[in-house]
């Protein structure tokens, strides 16, 4: 086996760079796609970090010019944009492509080809929305880059008041890369359900394949009431419609309620694969099975079910009925439920186990701290009265922020420095790994717990300066100063990858000396992942293999 | 809208939902007074002021300002920017964007985007002389 692996590896280099670029360009194989998700979405990562650091520049001081208000407004409507549609999604479908068909004992997705027509209708979503700093110019004076808003409400999209095309490059980006999402959508939900090895029941899933089910119908459901809204705006924008023009008989709250009820799954659609990739790291770093393994599956699904109910609390003040209010405040504080339920096993599975606190564990602790406050401040602003007071507050860009970057993107490095061994074969660097996750734990909670207190004192969101005198001005200087511990971190991981890709140890096919089936085969797998197509009788293949003696599934 | 407040004075407000590049400049401003006070303030509001002929006036009635604003009494009669009946009543001009000063309203007649950027008022263009009198003019406007 392994000196197969090393003709593998040794071969491509062998070749120009020409052949191995249009290799990777035509490739139908989920590792590579699933790969280039991923480094997509660093590279974007990258341009949505840079606008969130000049908006924050922006905002160090009261009366500051460092940008202009017209570029103000692009900066967060591209951040916004950029980091959810380009950033976020395209990490988790990354993540989804290269692990789901191996954890599964398969060798490829269930449609290769839809696989990189996704990929690639993705990819053209993120260069439409980039290339309007270009082509948004389509009159004198009418602006580049969109500057709407991620959430876009109307009237700000129509013709009138959005002149130019920048909201037409918006409307393209999303309609591409949704395309994309449903199409990956489908994939994983056709994989998930036809191409698992023999043995691997439902019930015998590892729980990153479940909640990846999961995402993938919540993906589907939320991603169409957006895409139906954007060919509704192009009608509205170009063919004399009026779906969202309130003069003409239509309506600006049923762009919100569309817009939302893809926004809030949407949410989900991103947390369930971070909790994913918490549900493998744990146990693994644990030495401990899952903890309540049936009850996770339940609550994932819960989520996903009451994850579809719960959109209009982003319309709290829009002057809802009493009875619609009710609902949608009962439903946000019952989403707490699942969601705490898996707080508790995962502390469950972490007591009385053997924890080995290298840096993808670190990260996962940190995870479930910080998303434990993400969701207490959720709670609060699921009441509707006090959603009145905070809504559109810094109160609540801080809320939300906790959620995605203190609770997503602490999982989604959790798992490159979790898996980064088996994808490339080689292992990074435990030190910088360790100083990454101090330097952005640092960074994080300078920046978004000090945000709250601004939005308590009435600064809302989205404004390009503010009065001094108003009690905010210390905050946003030390909200600003964590940005600089946030690009330092980054730095880090970016170097630590990329030394430890040229650089770094062999890591061999299971370092971490773990249970899911992707380890059993080489890193990185070849192409068809595994000669013989593997059969399972536990949730922990391996463990099984390692413990003949004392075997899984005697118990499950 | 209904508020009930506890005790008086003034308490700022700010546009909560991102209305276009105006946005971070659209201040609110409550004043909670006391009955009294407040049955005096409707009283001076629904007086209307002696129609004069200063240039100013004369200006502002000739030029498109009256498309959009309203003096009562006069024939301006616009409805869409903020009525100015009673201009000098207010601390602020331009939604709390600056101070209710004879400086700030030439300025802000003179170029809007100086003070709001994205503000929806044209620059009119007026010539020094016509400046200075319609400001005296609005000076006038108690």
Redesign the interface.
Known sequence: MSTHTIALTDLPTTRPLTLRLHEWVTTVDHKRLGILYILYALSFLALGGIEATIMRLQLIRPHNDFVSPEVFNRMFTMHGTTMIFFVAMPLVFGFANYLVPLMIGARDMAFPRLNAFSFWMSALGGLFLYFSFFGGNGLYGAGSAPDVGWFAYAPLTAKTFSIGHSTDFWTLSLLSSGIGSIGTAINIIATIMCLRCPGMTLGKMPLLVWLNLVMAGLVILAVSPLSAAQLMLVVDRYLGGHFFDTQAGGSAVIWMHFFWIFGHPEVYVLVLPAFAFASEIIPVFSRKAIFGYPVMVLATVAIGFIGMSVWAHHMFTIGMSAGANTFFVLSTMAIAVPTGIKIFNWLATMWGGKIRYATPMLFCVAFLFQFLVAGLTGVTLAVAPLDWQLGNSYYVVAHFHYVIVGGILFCIFAAFYYWFPKMSGKMYDEALGTLHVWLFFIGFHLTFDFMHIPGILGMPRRIYTYEPGRGWDIWNLIVTVGVAFQAAGILVFAGNLVWSYLRGKTAGNDPWDAWTLEWSTSSPPQEYNYAVIPTVRSRRPLWDLKHPEDPDWRYE | MWIDPHETGLF?????????????KM?LRVYVQSPDEFQRWVHEQQQSPQPGLSAGERVFESTACVNCHTVSGTPANGKFGPDLTHLMSRDTIAAGAAPNTPETLRLWIKNPDAIK??SKMPNMGLSDQDLDAVTAYLETLR
């Open positions: 700022l407000g700010q546009c909560a939902q991102y209305c276009g590049t105006q946005h971070a201040l950027p994205g």
